[in-house]
């Protein structure tokens, strides 16, 4: 995982930049997710953040089925 913050990243690295430059096409399902969770938590990033998400729930289909109660209990 990255200890990088977003802020540190090269611009042309960030999530949401690269969206408003190349399209979401060019960005990873982590990435996507990041821009909606808009922060992560201290010591991890918020693209970080998302890829746990994506190792916990394996798709954006199941994510999508869960509930905000399951989404509260995990950190960030």
Known sequence: MSQLKIREMPQDERPREK????????????????????????GVNVVDVARELLDKY?????????SVKELRQIKG
């Open 58 to 66: 394996k798709s954006f289909a199941e994510l999508s089925r869960c």
């Open 19 to 42: 969206l408003l430059a190349r399209g979401a096409d060019a960005l990873s399902n982590a990435e996507l997710i990041a821009i909606l969770l808009r922060t992560g938590r201290r």
